[in-house]
């Protein structure tokens, strides 16, 4: 089980941005599937998925921050980011990092699919 830390939340205005760093417990290079979520404070919200890499390299992202988001990790530094750009208020969210060593591509952001977790930060924009 690796262990995960998220740092990087803050408070920004709309249309500013933010760098999201994950730092892990032990390498997670290429034995580790990487995630970022997010949950909104809105009752009954689910952790929806906003980006994953793969071990080998491929990308995937939600509909609702392509062009805006890049997920990206250095594997030296053990660490996962996510840079958010143009945010929006609908962005407002904890933020939590997640890895799984096996899942089903295709099911990249769900939830489900990850058994670590890190504790969240908070993003919060406004208008």
């Known amino acids: 089980q690796v262990q995960l830390v998220e740092s990087g939340g803050g408070s920004v205005q709309a249309g500013g941005s933010l760098r999201l760093s994950c730092a892990a417990s032990e390498y997670t290079g290429s034995n580790y599937y990487l995630a970022w979520f997010r949950q909104a404070p809105a009752p009954g919200k689910e952790r929806e998925g906003v980006?994953?890499?793969?071990?080998?390299?491929?990308?995937r992202y939600a509909d609702s921050v392509k062009g805006r988001f890049t997920i990206s990790k250095d594997n030296a530094k053990n660490t996962l980011y996510l840079v958010m750009n143009s945010l929006k208020p609908e962005d407002t969210a904890m933020y939590y990092c997640?890895?799984?060593?096996?899942?089903?591509?295709?099911?990249?952001?769900?939830?489900?699919?990850?058994?670590?977790w890190g504790q969240g930060t908070q993003v919060t924009v406004s208008s």
């Open positions: 997640a890895a799984d060593y096996r899942l089903g591509w295709s099911y990249a952001l769900r939830a489900s699919e990850y058994i670590d």
């Open positions: 980006a994953a890499i793969s071990r080998h390299g491929p990308i």
